[in-house]
Every structure is written in C-alpha cells, then in structure tokens.
C-alpha cells in the first residue's frame, strides 16, 4: 500500500539558511500533518491543514511556514535556522480530520551546522 | 489540556514472552481515541493499534491487544510471543474528538532480547 512520502529523507543546511520539505500523502487522504521530533524527545505538532485550508496550529515557530496545495502534497518552509532546529520532521496524513487514524512518513533528518 | 504519562521508559523482554506497556492520560473530555505508535531504529512512526473511547471492547490486532480502562484513564499495550523485530520506543498517544491532532507520551523503550 502507497504511505506517506517525504523528501528530502535528510539534510544538511546551515544556520541563518532556509530549508523547505516536502510530502505527498497518501492517496485519497485530504488532511497533512507536520510534528517535529527532537533528540530524544516525543513528537510534537507544528501544524495541520485540511482541503488546502490550515485547520490546527501547534508549536511551530514564527520563522516556519507551510501550505497545502492543490494536489494536496505540503511544503515546510523553515527560514533562520537555528542549531535548535535539527530534527525529525515527519509528514503525516489521514482521510478527514475528526477521529480517523493518522499515518506518519518516515521522516525528513535536518541538520543544521 | 491533556496529558499523556508513560511512566516506564525502558522495558525489556525475552523472546516468545509477553510484555505489557503502561499509559495513563488525563482529560476531562468523554469523546477521544487512543493509540499506540511504535518508532523502531530506523525512526519511522508505525501506527500498532488504535481504540475509540466511546467502545468498551479493546482492540486487538493480531500480537497486539489493549487494555483500555476509561474509567481509571489506562490504556496498556499488551504484546504477546515478543519477536526480535518488536524492538522500538512504544509511544502512547491521544486525540480529542473533534480534533486532528496527537498528544504523545515520552515513550517506552522496548528491548526484546534472544
């Protein structure tokens, strides 16, 4: 079955860059997540959109942005790097918003040097 | 705001045995689901097992069952004839009705050994 895919799977970007990630949902799932997950540390909301439309907010800093387009694929745009944002990015989709399991891509590595 | 408290961070199992996983979480919501995702090394998030609030039967899937007690707000993960390949961090997560997004506990760390 086609899953959740992201690209870059890694890189490699230095501080005061920018970096943009990308995902591709599953097919038929209209909704995409993004979580960020430190060393270490649990996974935690950035942010989610439904039908191209930003539907929940989370934790994500001022300098991050993204959009869901129209064949539902995202992009993270992250600007400013700092060292603090070396991470696991994950994509995630569902099929709808309420209630309906989640299923998560395999990461995009950021280093920032 | 909910919470979700995995208050085991390591376990550690023999192969062919079985192994319980501990989650509680807080919320004065009634309407929620409850999951469990394991993360092995290669760092991928693996959806194991899902549960609805408003059901009172646990789920099950395959190797996998819950025990899903609503009232003292438990949800464990039961794994049983542990495989090699069952070794992951376990994290229990939450969702509110309503909303898309998961609250994760810090996770459980499962070896399972020869």
């Known amino acids: 079955a086609a899953g959740v895919i992201q690209s870059p799977r890694h890189l490699i970007k230095e501080k005061r860059e920018t970096a943009t990630l990308k995902c591709y949902p599953i097919?038929?799932?209209?909704?995409v997540y993004w979580y960020q997950q430190g060393p270490g540390q649990d996974p935690q909301f950035l942010i989610s959109?439904?039908?191209?439309?930003?539907?929940d907010k989370g934790s994500i800093p001022d300098r991050f942005s993204a959009q869901q387009f129209s064949d539902y694929h995202s992009e993270l745009n992250m600007s400013s790097l700092e060292l603090g944002d070396s991470a696991l990015y994950f994509c995630?989709?569902?099929?709808?918003?309420?209630?309906?399991?989640?299923?998560f891509g395999e990461g995009s590595w950021l280093t920032v040097v | 705001a909910q919470t979700v408290t995995q208050s085991q961070p390591e376990m550690s199992v023999q192969e062919a045995e079985t192994v319980t996983l501990s989650c509680t979480y807080d919320t004065s919501e009634n309407n929620y689901y409850l999951f469990w995702y394991k993360q092995p090394p290669s760092r991928q998030m693996i959806l194991v097992i899902r549960?609805?609030?408003?059901?009172?039967q646990n789920a099950t899937e395959n190797r996998f069952s819950v025990n899903f007690q609503k009232a003292a707000k438990s949800f464990s993960l039961k794994i049983s004839d542990s495989q090699l390949g069952d070794t992951a961090m376990y994290f229990c997560a939450f969702m509110i009705e309503g909303y898309s997004t998961l609250t994760f506990g810090k996770g459980t760390m499962l070896l399972v050994s020869p």
């Open positions: 097919p038929r799932h209209d909704t």
């Open positions: 995630a989709s569902s099929r709808g918003t309420e209630g309906n399991t989640i299923y």
């Open positions: 549960q609805e609030a408003y059901k009172q």
């Open positions: 959109f439904y039908e191209k439309m930003q539907s």
